[in-house]
C-alpha cells in the first residue's frame, strides 16, 4: 500500500509540472502565444461555420500538434541554448532540425485547414 500512495503522490507532482510547463509555455514563449491565438480564432471559425463532429476532431488534432511540435522545438532550443550558449554550427543544425518538425506539422495543419473550410466556401 505504501508503493501506491507514493505512486499516486508522484503522479500528482507530475501533472503539477506539466501544469507548470504548461503555463510557462503560454505566457512566456511567444510561438506558443501566436500559435494558442491562432488555435482560438479558428475554433471560433469552426462555430460560426457549424464544423461537422468529425472536421471539429481534425481541427482539434490539427492545433494539438502544432502546440505540441512548437512546444517540443522550445524545450529542445532552450536546452540547445543552455549547454552551448555562444553559437556553434552542430547546435545551429540541431535547433533547424528541431524548428522544421514544428514547420512539418503547421504544413499538415494548413492542408488539414484547406479540406475543412476550402468545400464551405466554394458550395
Known sequence: MQNEGGFFLNRLKAIKYAAKGFWILIT??????AQVSIGIILSVIGFL????????MFQIMAIGLILVAESLNTAIEKMADFI???YHKQIGRIKDISAGA??????IAVIIGLIIYVPKFIV
Not at 512566456?28 to 502565444?33: D, K, L, T, W, Y
Not at 514544428?102 to 504544413?107: L, Q, V
Open 102 to 107: 514544428a514547420f512539418f506539422a503547421a504544413i
Open 28 to 33: 512566456s514563449e511567444h510561438s506558443i502565444i
Open 84 to 86: 552551448h550558449p555562444e
Open 49 to 56: 461555420m457549424h464544423l461537422s463532429a468529425t472536421e471539429w
